[in-house]
């Protein structure tokens, strides 16, 4: 676990994840904190603005032309697709960062000198991808339900413009992908938390959103929507770390640095 005011310097041995859950939940303590969420709040309208704009565009534009180009469901030449896919999968992403997290909780107490300072910074890390990665997908499942969009080809055609808003029927559950939501907040926060794999990350997040399109289960703009929703969820909980002085630091100008 890093220092909250100098990232990278490790804290006293008998401070554990148990002490960084309860910071977690507690009041905001960093200095600067006011600057900071004015600096998330305009990340975030940029997120909502510029998204908009563009999700709409690829609608018009886009989004039939492609899903016509693409090979029809069930076609061999997919299999990769089919295969990479799963990777981007909630549940497995959730139930894997998530006994990573309990295995820190009851492991790092256990562990003692040298090997405890090794692990320092670990389970903060651990915590802080399992709720960027939590925290959009329950944003984006709300937004699927409530929108109501049809996947491609739904009723036989490609009607990208078919709607029925608050059905919670699976068909009607396009927009956003929560594939593309969990693909960018995993690779999101991992970057954020070990910067030297975000284009692995990158490349990984790319792999999953293309993946979707290709197998017909989204249009180009809901991996799009998606993506931008896993954004938003990540800077969220960095913004919530940051501000309770775990892992993240912020700047006099509201900047969050990132994790060493």
């Known amino acids: ?24 939940i507690g009041a905001p303590t960093a200095p600067n904190r006011r600057a900071a ?3 998330l709040m305009r990340q975030l309208a940029l997120v909502a603005g510029l998204g908009a704009v563009v999700v709409i565009g690829l609608m018009v534009v886009a989004d039939a032309p492609v899903i016509m180009m693409m090979p029809s469901r069930g076609a061999p030449q997919l299999w990769p697709f089919r295969w990479i896919t799963d990777f981007g ?37 651990l915590a802080f991808v399992f709720l960027s990665v939590g925290l959009a997908d329950l944003i984006g ?3 699927k339900g409530a929108i109501g969009r049809a996947r491609p ?27 593309a939501i969990t693909a960018v907040a995993l690779a999101g926060a991992v970057a954020m938390a070990w910067p030297r794999s975000r284009f692995v990350m990158a490349a990984y997040a790319l792999a999953i959103i293309v993946s979707r399109v290709a197998l017909l289960a989204h249009h ?4 799009v929507a998606g993506a931008l929703v896993g954004v938003a969820g990540t800077l969220v909980v960095r913004y919530w770390f940051a501000t309770r002085q775990l892992g993240f ?12």
Do not use: N
Not at 93 to 106: D, H, K, M, P, R
């Open 1 to 24: 676990m890093t220092s909250p005011d100098r990232p990278g310097a490790a804290h006293a041995p008998d401070d554990s994840l148990w002490h960084a859950c309860a910071r977690l």
């Open 141 to 143: 499942e709300g937004l």
């Open 153 to 179: 080809f739904v009723g036989g055609r490609a009607d990208v413009f078919q709607f029925s808003p608050g059905t919670w029927h699976e068909p009607f559950e396009s927009l956003p992908s929560a594939h």
């Open 37 to 39: 969420t004015r600096r």
């Open 220 to 223: 180009p703009s809901d991996v």
């Open 89 to 125: 999968k909630a549940a497995y992403v959730l139930w894997a960062s998530g006994l990573a997290v309990l295995a820190a909780l009851v492991i790092t107490p256990l562990l003692r000198g040298r090997v405890r300072l090794a692990m320092s910074g670990l389970d903060v890390r």
């Open 249 to 260: 630091a912020i700047d006099a100008d509201g900047a969050v640095a990132e994790l060493p």
